[in-house]
């Protein structure tokens, strides 16, 4: 027998359930099931599909418009929901995801885009907004959380860590880069050194830390504490890292590359504690042969993502995990010479799914050629608000800097009520 | 050991010296002058100890020895003012200050054109000449890379290529203070102050220069064509008008260039074999103008970097922002600061000397109850983070590296810690290109709970700190010995007790290399207190 198919997309002339019962039967029995009392927690997964995926090649398609490019839409396991023929593993997990179809971020620059999509806010000279990694950091993990707060999991070897994505929240929220999915150089204990050693000489670090900052305490001096307070949880987790130990079937349909293998380890870092994962796949930025490179990049997230989306499922954790597909922005429905599309901010959209929000749901509609959107528009604002609530968070909550309060979201975007369950 | 015991406990009575340094007195008038409650409000001094590990990381890159804190320790008279001149005229003070230039102008990037040693030989040789640091600025940018013996100051433009918006932005952010990248395309949208003009009239000084690979050196070095203007067009300007600019400083007015017949241009006109030199040269007058119409911007951006270095934060911050909407701190400082660098002719040894001796500097960090923004007011010192090389020397001397090596020459000894040092540094920098910034990462905690490097430094190795600890006559001795290696400070009675009970745990030399390894660990010894 091959590689079971994970798809649950009608393409594949099998029935959800079929699908659900091979899951059952193979690739999800091999494994042993996490803890079920460590699931209470709630946690989040974002995916973040650098460089600007188009919408029209796969949340909102619009065959045989002049804009919609080559491809078909396909139905889901949603009726009347269809998505891009790219999708036909994530067609069938579509009733666990909900679409926001009516985005307009209303900023086409990389840079400034995707500080939008990570703050939930346009950029401004007077303050620095912190990643939603990092709000979750500071606002869901335990005090003993057994992980970093934010982890990305990012291909190439040259990210690092920033404490700076953290902005005023300070720089122990800051995210901590698992580069390549590899675990971070120096994890293992010098050979001579027992870990009840390390416990040890730990401990007599951090009474002398106690006595000198009783008086001195500041954002740095916690900032540097709280990193090797981080290595230790590393080094206590490190067999997270083995995706190897995963039963090979599983290790199949998450995929052999990249980013099946960031997937599958950043699950096994949410199920081993971390309350926020970010995995980035890139590159979407597809100003030429837009409909090539989705082929082959959607080859790659479709089939990792709904595999990801039912293992999650079938360890009882998407119920409590907040998953995000997004993007700094989507591209233009005008294709453009080089059958590229180019940036594109007013009409796209993203998925989500999991904790707190309806599954099946579709909300925001864009026009005939997706030029524009007619109904629901949201911008970032309003999906910050959306997680927020899925988390069970008050998005107005605030944080004060020098007594000048900070709501943790832009106050003029209330939650998608729609998809909130 | 017990006779050492009397004069250290009684030279930890903290007490500021009275100072006639002029720059010193200066600080503190503009300091206590801005602040009618000053008197109330200031910390006292740091107690003595805390002022040599803080004077020492700041001139001379590193903690103290043992032997340095004693001496210290014991020392009677001025003994502030007495150190501050022997870490002024100590071996390594060069030998740091030129890395310290280096992080400033080179920002850590890897050599490309000119090999890093020529240019370090340069900067470390400019300062044992003690060359006002105005004519280094102004030998750098005018530096060609043609003789071999001048190759090394080359580095600032031949490492950027020579590519005129890089240099020109470069020039801008580093030795003036104004980053005026944001200029080039418009005036800058929020700086009132930085116009689009400035940043062309920068660059109209070095645009007609360029990298020259020369077939017959066969090195890279910097040729300059007589012609090439610079035009530019505001991208908010729906007319599009096309201004021209003359080399000129911002603020300054343009240098017009002087009429020259064509056959008059050149000492060698540029072709493929031959390095293009013009008569009159637009990028060697900026090395002039900078220190011309361009001494106060320079003085202004030298005396906020250097208080920045040893303060922990720019008086205009950030560095790179010095403009009339972003006011500095204390405006009176600033400017009491930018004429002390005048006045003592860009001499970096004075303004470290002035620094250093007052009162600001030397309080402590532990500020006073209910003052709020004290470190912002100059009323505590601030607590700041070790830069990477503060971080990589110390950890090597404070474990006994330089007393493992008794008996090396002071240049053969910097080149073994420059060698011993150099993964902890580049653990801690920034990335190349990117000012120093502290941002702790977990990479460099696993870095220092695991590497062997780290391992090796909690070995014994005769003479060292582990060595000597092992030698120590009991657990009091230990915690003495350690602390001070440490901490430049005596262990209090506490601290004594747990050093005491770490070495009852387990054998001699693990307690001892667990003891190191936390007290290295700590925050204790990655701030400046």
Redesign the interface.
């Known amino acids: 027998m091959g590689v079971v198919r994970l798809c649950g997309s009608p393409e594949h002339a099998m029935s959800r359930r079929a699908v659900l019962g091979a899951l059952g039967a193979g690739a999800f029995t091999g494994g042993a099931l996490a803890n079920p009392l460590a699931m209470q927690n709630k946690r989040v997964l974002m995916i973040f599909l650098a460089g600007g995926v188009s919408q029209l090649e796969t949340w909102d398609p619009k065959p045989g418009a002049p804009t919609g490019g080559p491809f078909r839409a396909i139905p889901t396991s949603v009726p009347g929901t269809h998505v891009c023929e790219l999708l036909p593993c994530t067609a069938g997990q579509i009733h666990r995801l909900a679409l926001v179809r009516g985005i307009n971020t209303a900023e086409d620059d990389h840079g400034k885009g995707s500080y939008i999509m990570h703050t939930g806010r346009r950029q401004e000279p007077s303050v620095n907004y912190p990643h939603l990694g990092s709000l979750v950091a500071k606002m869901v993990a335990a005090p003993e959380n057994p992980l970093p707060g934010y982890l990305h999991v990012e291909p190439g070897g040259s990210g690092g860590s920033s404490s700076a994505d953290a902005a005023f929240l300070g720089p122990k929220f800051g995210s901590v880069s698992i580069s390549d999915g590899k675990p971070p150089a120096n994890i293992d204990l010098p050979g001579t050194l027992t870990s009840g050693r390390d416990d040890m000489r730990h401990a007599m670090r951090r009474k002398a830390d106690s006595r000198f900052l009783a008086s001195r305490n500041t954002a740095e001096t916690e900032a540097y504490t709280q990193t090797h307070e981080q290595a230790r949880q590393m080094i206590a987790k490190k067999k997270l890292f083995d995706t190897a130990n995963e039963p090979g079937k599983l290790g199949d349909s998450y995929g052999r590359h990249d980013f099946g293998r960031h997937c599958l380890l950043a699950r096994r870092l949410l199920e081993g504690g971390a309350p926020f994962v970010k995995v980035t796949h890139t590159n979407y930025d597809t100003h030429h042969e837009n409909f090539d490179f989705h082929i082959e990049r959607m080859g790659e997230f479709d089939r990792t993502f709904a595999t990801l989306i039912e293992d999650l499922h079938q360890r009882g954790m998407l119920s409590s995990t907040l998953v995000l597909v997004v993007s700094e922005f989507g591209r233009t429905p005008n294709i453009n010479r080089n059958y590229g599309r180019d940036h594109w901010s007013k009409a796209w959209s993203i998925a989500l799914g999991g904790q707190g929000v309806v599954g099946g749901a579709v909300v925001g509609k864009t026009n005939a050629t997706g030029t524009a959107v007619v109904d629901r528009q949201v911008n970032a604002g309003h999906l910050f608000a959306t997680y927020f609530r899925a988390l069970g968070l008050d998005p107005a909550k605030k944080h004060y800097i020098d007594q000048r309060p900070i709501p943790m979201t832009d106050p003029a975007g209330s939650a998608i009520g729609e998809i909130l369950a | 050991m017990i006779t050492m015991m009397a004069p250290l406990i009684m030279a930890l009575a903290p007490g500021m010296e009275p100072t006639r340094d002029p720059v010193a007195r200066a600080i503190d008038k503009a300091i206590s002058g801005a602040n009618p409650a000053f008197a109330r409000e200031a910390s006292g001094p740091c107690d003595d100890l805390a002022f040599l590990r803080r004077v020492s990381l700041d001139l001379i890159g590193r903690t103290p020895t043992v032997a340095e804190a004693r001496a210290f320790a014991s020392a009677g008279g001025a003994k502030r003012a007495d150190a501050v001149e022997r870490l002024l005229s100590h071996p390594d003070f060069n030998w740091y200050w030129a890395q310290v230039l280096d992080t400033w102008w080179m920002e850590r990037r890897p050599s490309k054109n000119v090999e890093t040693s020529l240019w370090m030989a340069y900067l470390r040789e400019s300062l044992e000449a003690s060359k006002p640091v105005d004519i280094l600025i102004s030998e750098i940018v005018s530096a060609d890379g043609v003789d071999p013996a001048q190759r090394g100051r080359a580095r600032f433009l031949l490492d950027r290529e020579m590519e005129p918006v890089l240099v020109t932005r470069d020039i801008s952010r580093l030795f003036l203070g104004a980053n005026l990248q944001c200029a080039q395309c418009h005036d800058h949208p929020?700086i009132e102050g930085y116009k689009q003009e400035h940043f062309h009239g920068l660059m109209a000084y070095l645009n007609r220069a360029y990298l020259f690979d020369d077939p017959k050196l066969k090195k890279k070095v910097i040729g300059e064509k007589a012609d090439g203007d610079v035009t530019f067009q505001s991208v908010f300007d729906p007319k599009k008008v096309t201004k021209k600019r003359a080399p000129g400083l911002p603020g300054a007015s343009e240098r017009a260039d002087p009429m020259v017949s064509k056959e008059q241009l050149y000492v060698s006109a540029p072709s493929k074999e031959v390095r293009g030199v013009p008569k009159y040269s637009r990028r060697l007058l900026l090395g002039e103008d900078l220190k011309g119409a361009g001494r106060e911007a320079l003085a202004r951006n030298m005396a906020n970097r250097l208080w920045a270095q040893l303060t922990g934060k720019g008086l205009i911050h950030p560095l790179d922002q010095i403009h009339p909407h972003n006011p500095a701190s204390c405006e009176t400082l600033m400017e009491s600061l930018t004429s002390s660098v005048i006045s003592a002719k860009f001499d970096l040894k004075a303004m470290l000397r002035g620094i250093a001796l007052s009162e600001a500097y030397q309080r402590s960090?532990?500020g006073k109850p209910g003052i709020k923004g004290a470190e912002e007011r100059f009323l505590a010192a601030r607590?700041r983070?070790l830069s990477p090389e503060q971080m990589g020397y110390s950890m090597l001397v404070a474990t006994g590296f330089d007393d493992a090596e008794a008996g090396a020459a002071p240049k053969a000894l910097q080149a073994k810690r420059e060698g011993a040092g150099k993964m902890f540094i580049s653990a801690l920098a920034p990335?190349a290109g990117n000012p120093d910034m502290?941002?702790?990462?977990?990479?460099?905690?696993?870095?220092?709970?695991?590497?062997?490097q780290v391992?090796s430094l909690l070995a014994s190795r005769k003479g060292n700190l582990a060595f000597r600890l092992a030698a120590a006559k009991d657990a009091e001795a230990v915690a003495e010995e350690l602390y001070l290696a440490m901490f430049c400070r005596l262990p209090d009675a506490?601290?004594k007790a747990?050093v005491a009970k770490?070495l009852q745990?387990?054998d001699k030399p693990?307690a001892i290399a667990?003891?190191i390894?936390?007290?290295i660990?700590?925050?204790?010894f990655?701030?400046i207190?």
């Open positions: 929020r960090s532990v607590l983070p990335p502290f941002e702790p990462r977990l990479e460099q905690s696993l870095l220092m709970s695991n590497h062997p391992q506490d601290e747990d770490a745990g387990a693990t667990d003891l390894w936390a007290l660990s700590s925050a204790e990655r701030f207190s």
